[in-house]
């Protein structure tokens, strides 16, 4: 039995996040920013039929996360899975797109695929009860963490246990603190609620011996740019550790574990 994990991510930043997981028979998507027949067409770009998909694994309200969960189930019969706090989000706001009846879990569960484990970790990012994810097959883990609000206590120790990682790298401090957002939306970015910098991501993976790779993600299209967040990253890591980018309008290369 093929025990790799692969991953790629569809499309990332506040545009819309999808991202996919294999394993063996076991596919998985996480988040759902993007349209049905984009997640269907982008899928293809690397042979994978949609409807082969067995979950869709929601991290959090945010429309760039959760936008088109709806679609997906209705439009493919995807099944979706989100936390009793996000569904209670979605119930209120009536959205996203009338999903029903989806796989409810309480963060901090772990969840079961087949063979595949996805463990599902509670941040603080500004959105009920949000998290991040660790998909584990027996033979690697990958951790999917995007939207953390914080370096929050247990994370570096949750990155030390990890082969490969999907970590955000939003922003450049400088360019935030000297741009055009307001001063309230500043303070939501960097203040604990919203996302990690450039430098705080590439704190967290050089506290990691284990990693054989880092795909950067959720780069914002104002506060920074692939140049500037691998620049940062490599002064910081050095040129030992081999990092991606995920591009925000297209498919990434597929990566394996």
């Known amino acids: 039995m093929d025990t790799k994990l692969r991953f790629a991510s ?52 945010h429309n760039d996360h959760i936008r088109y969960a709806g679609v997906l189930q209705r439009q493919y019969g995807l099944p979706i899975w989100m936390s009793a706090g996000t569904f209670q989000e979605v119930l ?49 883990r990958l951790g999917i963490m995007t939207d953390l609000g914080s370096r929050f206590l247990g994370l570096k120790e949750i990155l030390a246990s990890l082969d490969g990682v999907y970590l955000e790298s939003n922003y450049d401090s400088e360019m935030l603190e000297n741009g055009v957002y307001s001063e309230e939306l500043k303070q ?42 691998l620049a940062t990253h490599r002064k910081i890591l050095g040129e030992t550790l081999p990092l991606y980018i995920a591009p925000r309008y297209e498919v990434s290369e597929v990566l394996e574990l």
């Open 10 to 61: 569809l499309q990332s930043g506040s545009n819309g996040n999808c991202l996919f997981v294999e394993s063996g028979e076991v596919r998985l998507l996480f988040d759902a920013g993007l349209t049905g027949i984009q997640t269907k067409q982008r899928l293809e770009s690397f042979d994978v039929d949609i409807e082969t998909i067995n979950a869709v694994v929601i991290s959090h309200v």
């Open 92 to 140: 209120a706001m009536r959205r996203p797109g009338r999903v029903s009846s989806p796989h409810i879990f309480n963060g901090g569960e772990t969840l079961q695929f087949g063979a595949v484990k996805v463990e599902t970790i509670p941040t603080p990012h500004d959105a009920p009860e949000g998290v991040c994810f660790v998909v584990d097959n027996g033979a690697a």
């Open 188 to 229: 939501r970015i960097r203040g604990g609620h919203g996302h990690l910098s450039n430098a705080d991501a590439a704190a967290l993976l050089s506290s990691s011996k284990r990693l054989r790779w880092a795909c950067l993600g959720h780069l914002s299209a104002q506060n920074n740019s692939p140049e500037v967040a």
